[in-house]
């Protein structure tokens, strides 16, 4: 007897869930392993799904299978993967340790690197708050990114800039300047100093 559409849609739905976790885990399987792929989100995620056979000093296994039963009773695997408690513990150990890295990477800090505003505001400048303006710095993102001062006076440099007679659009700042980022992508510029300020063209 065939299958009806509604059982090969779920068996489908279970064969992608299978051979997208052992997509994912993979690459974490050898020691020193990375999943540059992976949102921070998505790497916790997996890391707790892993927490238990971690622990787990019996040897058991993590097993993921996509099985067919049929009326008769015949089995058949259309797709399997297993993780061992041994690859767990090298697993976990890769995840950690790609943790810290993107926990130093999200904190990279640029020194000397110039920025031109893209939006300006006269807002108060506060250390630690976004005072409205936004600014681009091409070795870095082509995007114009919200800025933070990392103190009140780098933001009292900017911000008398904003209010002199001539046009802070056309100036280059050059600063040093803490990154942060939001999944590996560029979020905000944290302004550390301000060294100098050049007209441009």
């Excluded at 790497?43 to 622990?55: E, G, P, Q, W, Y």
């Excluded at 939006?119 to 936004?134: M, V």
């Amino acid at each position: 007897m065939g299958l009806l559409a509604s059982d090969i849609q779920q068996v489908k739905q279970i064969v992608e869930y299978v051979e997208f976790f052992k997509s994912r885990i993979e690459p974490w399987l050898t020691p020193g392993g990375r999943n540059p792929e992976l949102s921070n989100k998505d790497i916790n995620s997996f890391h707790d799904a892993l927490k238990a056979i971690v622990k787990d000093t019996s040897g058991g296994n993590l097993d993921l299978k996509a099985r067919l039963i049929h009326k008769t009773g015949k089995e058949e695997i259309r797709s399997e993967f297993s993780v061992t408690s041994d690859q767990a513990r090298i697993i976990d150990v890769n995840i950690t340790k790609e943790k810290i890295e993107r926990r130093i990477s999200d904190q990279e800090i640029h020194k000397q690197v110039f920025m031109t505003l893209h939006q300006a505001s006269l807002d108060e400048a506060r250390a630690g708050k976004s005072a409205g303006e936004k600014g681009i710095i091409a070795t870095i993102s082509d995007r114009p990114l919200r800025l933070v001062y990392a103190s009140d006076l780098a933001g009292q440099l900017i911000k008398s800039e904003l209010r002199g007679t001539t046009n802070p659009l056309k100036k280059a700042f050059l600063i040093d300047v803490n990154v942060e980022y939001i999944n590996g992508t560029p979020h905000a510029y944290r302004v550390l100093n301000v060294h100098s300020i050049e007209e441009i063209e």
